[in-house]
């Protein structure tokens, strides 16, 4: 069953360096999606994205945030000057339309943030 | 601002029971409502989707949507160990660029 891909698993990184995350979403789908767990706390949107521009994002998605998609498979997530408070489970998706479509999740990337 | 509740739980039911989860939801014009597990330190897995008041069966699960009462349910037939995990209900509203806003999730623990 197609799936979508994240690398890396883990991201452990200096607090005020940049890190890029990044996801392959499942091959036919046009909609892309991230979104982030704390840990012990709730999924968190951050953004959407649909024919290469930003189609929806919360207000934890601010300027130190973008998104990209830089090729036809690759789909990905680059915080700027990192935070302590970014460490996070960061959780890209991916749909075949909106609506009733649903999300499926990638299995998610680790960032800690020292 | 947009709220989704759920019982953090856990709801511990013995094996081969039914377990009952539930969601209450704040936004009137939410319109898609998914049910995800999710095992500790993994990702959201879609079990179940419905956007239509009423039931949706498929294998030993069953959603149950109440447009009016603001209010989706997820029963879990013939509880198995394995399906002990958290239990996460997500709302879309689709003109909001298609986000997913989710609860905090219901720990649901199946003794053998």
């Known amino acids: 069953e197609p799936e979508v891909t994240q690398t890396p698993s883990h991201q452990v990184t200096q607090m005020g360096q940049e890190v890029i995350l990044r996801c392959v979403p499942i091959?036919?789908?046009?909609?892309f999606y991230w979104y982030r767990q704390i840990l012990g706390q709730k999924v968190e949107f951050l953004v959407s994205?649909?024919?290469?521009?930003?189609?929806?994002k919360s207000e934890i998605f601010d300027d130190q945030f973008s998104v990209e998609r830089p090729d036809g498979s690759n789909f990905t997530l680059k915080i700027r000057s990192t935070k302590l408070e970014d460490s996070a489970m960061y959780f890209c998706a991916s749909s075949d339309g909106q609506g009733d479509r649903p999300q499926h999740f990638g299995d998610g990337t680790r960032l800690s943030i020292l | 601002q947009k709220e989704v509740e759920q019982n953090s739980g856990p709801l511990s039911v013995p094996e081969g029971a039914i377990a009952s989860l539930n969601c209450t939801y704040s936004?009137?014009?939410?319109?898609?409502f998914f049910w995800y597990r999710q095992y500790s330190g993994k990702s959201p897995e879609l079990i179940m989707s419905?956007?239509?008041?009423g039931d949706k069966e498929d294998g030993r699960f069953t959603a149950q949507l109440n447009k009016a009462s603001q209010y989706v349910s997820l029963l879990i037939r013939d509880s198995q160990p394995s399906d002990s995990a958290t239990y996460l209900c997500a709302v879309n509203v689709w003109d909001a660029g298609n986000m997913l806003t989710f609860g905090g999730g219901t720990r649901l623990m199946v003794k053998p």
């Open positions: 994205f649909y024919n290469n521009e930003i189609s929806e």
């Open positions: 936004d009137r014009v939410s319109q898609s």
């Open positions: 091959s036919n789908h046009l909609y």
């Open positions: 419905i956007y239509s008041n």
